[in-house]
């Protein structure tokens, strides 16, 4: 019934593994250490032509269906259309500034940290809002109907890390995250 519910969850699953290595990274740039900054540009790069582009919208549709099913007001999904257009914003800050260190411009570390950490905190309770509170109320109001017409006119994109197609776009990225699986 609720297939694409299943396969969004799946995708944070995934976003997770991918926050919690950017994280790692993160610490390493506060310790003043050199994290592979590419690497870092790569997991952006990622977020933004998957998760934007893709995951999100699909999360939209659902929003939007759920809006029409009922002239009840959802505020859960106001907020959260808000924070999907805050998290492309702060992504693709994080992403200009990681880029400007890989091309030797001079910007002060501790605000590269700053918003390193507001994407990974924002993307977090983020995908914890939704698993608390929209995917639980999807699945009780959207009929097996509902659902249907959602998946015959979402993105069924592959995820490109993730997915047969990510081990030759995203080939660092998923190295990092199979090395990390087996330690």
């Given at each position: 019934m609720a297939e694409l519910l299943d396969r969004l969850?799946?995708?944070?699953?995934?976003l997770v593994r991918v926050l919690d290595?950017?994280?790692?990274?993160?610490?390493?740039?506060?310790?003043g250490d050199e994290p592979d900054y590419?690497?870092?540009?790569?997991?952006?790069?990622?977020i933004e032509s998957y998760a934007d582009?893709?995951?999100h919208p699909n999360e939209e549709d659902i929003f939007d269906r759920l809006r029409a099913h009922t002239d009840e007001r959802y505020p859960v999904l106001d907020r959260l259309t808000d924070q999907h257009l805050q998290l492309t914003r702060i992504n693709k800050q994080f992403r200009q500034s990681l880029e400007g260190i890989v091309h030797e411009?001079?910007?002060?570390?501790?605000?590269?940290?700053?918003q390193g950490?507001?994407?990974?905190?924002?993307?977090?309770?983020?995908?914890?809002?939704?698993?608390?509170?929209?995917?639980?109320l999807a699945r009780e109001r959207l009929s097996a109907g509902d659902w249907e017409r959602l998946l015959a006119t979402t993105s069924s994109h592959e995820d490109p890390l993730f997915g047969p197609a990510g081990r030759r776009r995203f080939h660092t990225l998923c190295q990092y995250l199979t090395e990390r699986d087996r330690l």
């Open positions: 969850t799946q995708d944070h699953r995934h290595l950017l994280d790692d990274l993160l610490d390493r740039f506060h310790a590419e690497l870092m540009c790569e997991m952006l790069e990622y582009q893709v995951h411009e001079v910007l002060r570390r501790d605000q590269v940290e700053v950490r507001e994407l990974v905190e924002a993307l977090r309770e983020h995908l914890d809002l939704e698993e608390r509170e929209a995917f639980p």
